[in-house]
């Protein structure tokens, strides 16, 4: 069974700073995994996905996302917010063997301050 | 483009009452398509997925269902509303392909009173 943990419910910065919010997975086998974003009220737009290779994958918005085997994560980055990015962030995980389901993470509030 | 169009937007409706659900995607042939469900500050439930006309997979059991009568049309509905169906339902596509970004809807904000 697959499940996606983000343990960091809330997270508030100012403009200017830089952000990582968390994103652990348990899975066993290879998998797939991503990051979306949902400003308030609206849908979830994709941001980047990790499936082989370079373990650090650039997304849209200078968003950057870490894979580690070792640690079981997938942190998104961002070196300097801007109060734009106050949005929730979920992380999504899906098995690598054909499976067309995707599961999300709680999400992370992310609350960018002026 | 590829677009993705949710009706309605909102909806108020009754315990007891029915409810359908619809969503449109123009510029893509063959699409998987989704439903999902958030919990007011919650997180996301995949409820249906549908590879091809016809057919409709459940992933969860929540007094819900799905059709998809056309290539580009996915319909959510339920013949009996319960105050547990509130929330946001997310209609979504993706290519026939594996692990694969998903393409969100913007929505529909359902309220049951």
């Known amino acids: 069974t697959q499940t996606v943990s983000q343990s960091d419910a809330h997270v508030t910065v100012f403009e200017g700073d830089s952000v990582e919010l968390r994103c652990n997975y348990s899975?066993?086998?290879?998998?797939?995994l991503s990051w979306y974003i949902q400003h308030h009220g609206h849908g979830l737009q994709f941001l980047l996905k990790y499936y082989s290779g370079n373990p650090v994958v650039q997304g849209v918005n200078g968003f950057e996302a870490e894979f580690s085997k070792s640690d079981s994560s997938f942190h998104l980055r961002k070196a300097s917010v801007h109060w734009s990015d106050s949005a929730v962030y979920f992380c999504a995980v899906s098995a690598t063997s054909g499976s067309w389901q995707l599961i999300f993470g709680s999400g992370t509030q992310l609350t960018v301050m002026p | 483009a590829q677009t993705i169009h949710q009706w309605p937007v909102a909806e108020i409706k009754a315990v007891g009452s029915p409810l359908s659900l619809g969503c449109t995607i123009k510029g893509k042939s063959s699409p998987n398509l989704y439903w999902y469900w958030q919990a007011t500050g919650g997180t996301l439930q995949q409820l249906f997925y549908s590879i091809t006309v016809g057919q409709v997979e459940s992933v969860v059991q929540l007094n819900l269902s799905a059709s998809r009568p056309k290539d580009d049309q996915f319909i959510l509905s339920t013949e009996k509303l319960l105050l547990s169906h509130s929330g946001f339902y997310l209609c979504?596509?993706?290519?026939?392909?594996?692990?694969?970004?998903?393409?969100f809807g913007k929505g529909t904000r359902l309220t049951v009173v």
């Open positions: 899975y066993g086998g290879s998998i797939y």
């Open positions: 979504a596509w993706s290519r026939k392909i594996p692990n694969t970004e998903v393409f």
